[in-house]
């Protein structure tokens, strides 16, 4: 039972580029969503799915895409990446959003250049 | 969106003491739980409770719903117990957990 596995755990990127962060539970939870933590911040919600073909915008989605075509993947897009968009990126993932505490992966850590 | 509070946002102990930490919330929540982030970047779930008292360990939470907030107990801190703890609210907007800015704990020997 791997839990939440996240990949990659580091990348540097150039602007402009673009790239997809891996997320993947084992768990057979409904809800998975994405955050985005920057220094002395707490998390901030960019997307998250509720459950397979349905997903949802958060408080940051900007510059980001996602999908959820089966129930244990939810990939994270950046179309075309900025600075702004240096972060660690965390997902996490639920048998339902309520009634459920959240189960996190290790994280992303991102930097633009 | 729902406002989360924390306080204090920064906390440094002696190894042994206790603490409280708190979680102030503007509004009505359907999910509350609590965090603890090692200083390795893992979080890891310690509470879901929306309300009502939990107890795991030397760790225990309570949420008076009705007066929008929760504590964080501590118990005999141990250096294990460093790191940031963070406070998670879902109102009506059913999958839009709202994190507070976090309290740094420090657990000194």
């Known amino acids: 039972n791997a839990g939440v596995t996240q990949t990659p755990k580091f990348q540097v990127l150039k602007t402009g580029q673009s790239m997809t962060l891996q997320c993947a539970q084992d768990m057979n939870h409904e809800y998975m969503s994405w955050y985005r933590q920057d220094p002395g911040m707490g998390l901030r919600l960019i997307h998250y799915s509720v459950g397979a073909g349905i997903t949802d915008q958060g408080e940051v989605p900007n510059g980001y895409n996602v999908s959820r075509s089966t129930t244990e993947d939810f990939p994270l897009r950046l179309l075309s990446a900025a600075p702004s968009q240096t972060s660690v990126y965390f997902c996490?993932?639920?048998?339902?959003?309520?009634?459920?505490?959240?189960?996190f992966g290790s994280g992303t850590r991102l930097t633009v250049v | 969106g729902i406002q989360v509070e924390q306080s204090p946002p920064d906390l440094i102990l002696q190894e042994g003491a206790n603490s409280t930490l708190r979680c102030n919330f503007s509004?009505?929540?359907?999910?509350l739980q609590w965090f603890h982030q090692n200083p390795w970047g893992q979080l890891i779930n310690l509470f879901y409770i929306p309300s009502g008292t939990k107890q795991n360990g030397r760790l225990s939470a309570t949420t008076v719903a009705t007066e929008r907030y929760s504590l964080l107990y501590i118990s005999s801190s141990q250096t294990t117990d460093s790191g940031v703890y963070f406070c998670?609210?879902?109102?009506?907007?059913?999958?839009?957990?709202?994190f507070g800015a976090g309290t740094q704990v420090v657990v000194t020997p």
């Open positions: 996490a993932s639920s048998y339902t959003a309520h009634n459920y505490g959240y189960t």
């Open positions: 509004d009505s929540v359907n999910n």
């Open positions: 998670a609210v879902e109102g009506d907007s059913w999958g839009k957990s709202q």
